[in-house]
């Protein structure tokens, strides 16, 4: 039987535990990526290792999410993170330069490798045939120093790609539609893998869109095979020396299969606030739209930003609606600039943002109470836009264009024939923004700034004979990292500074959190399931390690959150009977006795409602490994216990 391409690359990293699904397996890891909301915690969890340099192949530090700079606290951070990563052998996009994951398949990605990033979309990196997963910054740092990173080795499903987009349906439809087909919750334990006689039709970036938006599945990642279109997507970089082919085996076995007629796909739309709420432009109609964002790690290429300046040649935006664009690097956006398409977008009334997250990830462009706003990114979390009340749409750049200049969601193939947008040969290269390290032998003579905003991270016990604590909060399913610690212009900035932001901490749910867990001293969180989903950012583990916070118990976990609060030494627990939940109430007394006993002989830990009076059950499913952290009280005093 031949292998899947997600089996080859990580069996040829494999260093711990053996190919068997759904067991934990150590892989190398030859690239990190970090950026800079999680990356001042990262690469001080990284210094506190003491490694003096990098042991990866290939470390980059990107500036790309707090960009707004109000106030001394995001410059602080990157003035931190520019100086580490000059230091310890860390290559550092400056801010400016784009966003991380669009400029790391630029610049960086090779086919084959495996690659880590402390931030959830770091699937991007499929596209051109990595084994590319989101991590906590915990993790990223381990990796950094040489260490393994360690996953549940994953189910495979095959998405077989037959036929070819029609014109104006985008790759951005793909993904949507794999989304209505799994849900958020569909790719949890899997890596999707995309085959078929569709896949040579599609450019890098139309693959990258779809890798990345691969995240909101909850998978662990997704990938493309590297072939003839990646090889010269490699070659328009000048980078064609890193190519080689790569594709599963012709009898590679899959867990699931998954089939997708490129040719029947119709534009769509993920409505509010989920990414997995589809319904085509037709289901929707003709709604009246207040605002339109493009760009963004999923839809911020040239190719993309080409089809999007022949929408609005010659054209006005509808005056009802505000229409911002952000092309995602200074690659993309210095050969617009070259080639006219900038002039066409700022003449038709376009607001032209910096190659950052901005938008996305509510760094401004928030939008009008209530309003309804149409963006080409991932996630329409409810409130992640700055707007608490705001109705995000993810739709493909193509569909967004349109709409905006018609005023209404608008099919884009009522725009005609479209042009062919060709591939350019040669893309702009130039990375004069992008600064190397000193080498190792002048290490000494760089200073590492460290700005007031930047405080230690919290610290961790080690494991207790027995928790006893009440609970500080009760929450439903499907709560994301945002509703634990939100993002967003105001809050953003306290990224490096975990007492400030864990005044945050599920203020959405219930603004008197913070004080309770900490009046408390010690608590639990009970949460629904799929708690966890979206992003990477470990401030939501650090944030309730802070509070006091020593067990979660839910009914489900998404992958890179459950990691996080392992790291952070916070016992995460499933109901075994998720009926159990019902019956447990907030301020309810729990006891977990003999913890460590319990996890040691036991994937069934035995739990005491004090308050209500009755036993129940929960599902620990912990490798030994992550056993020993949590009896250490989490990864970084393991590290330092095995040192
Ligand atoms: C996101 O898109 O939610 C983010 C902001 O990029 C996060 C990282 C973070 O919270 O810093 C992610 O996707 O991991
Ligand atoms: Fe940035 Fe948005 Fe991509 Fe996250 S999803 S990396 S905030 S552009």
């Not at 909301?37 to 790309?64: C, H, N, W």
């Amino acid at each position: 039987m031949g292998l899947t391409l997600t089996e080859k690359i990580l069996s040829a990293h494999l260093v711990e535990g053996e190919m068997i699904k759904g067991t934990e397996i150590g892989i190398r890891i030859d690239q990190t990526l970090t950026q800079d909301a999680t990356g001042t915690m990262a690469y001080l969890e990284f210094e506190a290792m003491g490694v003096p340099r990098v042991k990866t192949e290939r470390s980059v530090a990107y500036i790309d999410h707090n960009t707004l700079q109000n106030g001394f606290m995001n410059m602080d951070d990157h003035r931190f993170i520019g100086s580490v990563a000059k230091k310890h052998g860390i290559y550092f996009s400056r801010p400016g330069n784009g966003i991380c994951h669009q400029v790391h398949l630029e610049r960086f990605g090779v086919p084959g490798k495996t690659l880590i990033g402390s931030d959830s979309h770091t699937p991007t990196g499929g596209g051109i045939g990595m084994i590319a997963i989101g991590a906590g910054g915990m993790d990223v740092a381990v990796a950094m120093g040489g260490g393994t990173y360690y996953i549940t080795c994953p189910k495979v499903v095959k998405v077989e790609l037959t036929g070819k987009l029609q014109p104006w349906v985008a790759a951005k439809d793909v993904i949507l539609e794999v989304l209505k087909r799994l849900s958020v919750k569909g790719g949890v334990g899997k890596v999707i893998e995309y085959c078929g006689e569709g896949v040579k039709t599609l450019s890098v970036p139309e693959r990258a869109t779809i890798t990345n938006m691969g995240a909101e599945l909850g998978a662990t990642t997704s990938i493309f095979p590297s072939d003839e279109v990646t090889y010269q997507f490699l070659k328009a970089q000048g980078r064609e020396d890193v190519y080689t082919p790569l594709s599963a085996d012709f009898d590679a076995e899959y867990d699931e299969v998954v089939e997708i007629n490129l040719s029947e796909l119709v534009p769509m739309a993920a409505c509010p606030h989920s990414p997995d709420n589809i319904k085509s432009v037709a289901e929707l109609g003709p709604m009246k739209i207040d605002q339109v964002c493009i760009g963004s790690c999923t839809n911020s290429s040239l190719m993309e930003m080409m089809k999007v300046a022949h929408i609005l040649k010659g054209k006005t935006v509808h005056p009802d609606v505000s229409l911002s664009i952000a092309p995602g690097s200074k690659q993309v956006l210095s050969m617009l600039a070259e080639n006219g398409a900038l002039a066409i977008m700022l003449e038709a009334g376009a607001r032209v943002l910096e190659s950052a997250c901005g938008p996305c990830i509510g760094m401004g462009q928030s939008p009008n109470s209530g309003g309804i706003s149409l963006r080409t990114f991932n996630r329409n979390f409810e409130g992640r836009s700055g707007t608490a009340d705001g109705q995000i749409y993810l739709v493909s750049p193509e569909l967004a264009a349109a709409s905006a200049i018609a005023g209404v969601l608008t099919d884009p193939r009522t725009l005609g024939d479209m042009p062919e947008f060709a591939m350019p040969e040669k893309f702009l290269v130039n990375d004069n923004m992008i600064v190397p390290p000193v080498k190792a032998e002048d290490m000494d003579s760089v200073e590492v700034l460290r700005g007031p905003n930047i405080k230690p991270f919290p610290t961790s016990e080690p494991m207790p004979e027995e928790i006893s604590a009440k609970v500080s909060l009760k929450v439903g399913d499907n709560i994301t990292t945002e509703h634990i610690i939100p993002a967003g212009a105001k809050i953003l900035p306290l990224r490096s500074n975990i007492p400030e932001i864990s005044k945050y901490c599920f203020a959405v749910c219930d603004e008197s959190f913070h004080d309770r867990a900490l009046e408390m001293g010690k608590s639990i969180v009970i949460g629904g399931s799929n708690y966890g989903q979206g992003s990477s950012r470990e401030h939501a583990a650090l944030a309730p390690l802070y509070l006091g916070v020593k067990a979660v118990i839910t009914k489900s976990f998404a992958r890179i959150h459950m990691a996080n609060l392992i790291n952070a030494g916070i016992i995460p627990m499933t109901f075994a009977n998720e009926a159990d939940y019902d019956r447990i109430d907030a301020n309810d007394e729990l006891t977990i006795p003999n913890i460590a006993e319990q996890i040691r002989n036991s994937d069934v830990i035995k739990v005491t409602n004090v308050t209500k009076g009755f036993d129940f059950e929960c599902s620990v499913s912990f490798s030994d490994r992550q056993k020993e952290m949590l009896y250490a009280g989490g990864l970084l005093n393991y590290t330092k216990n095995n040192n």
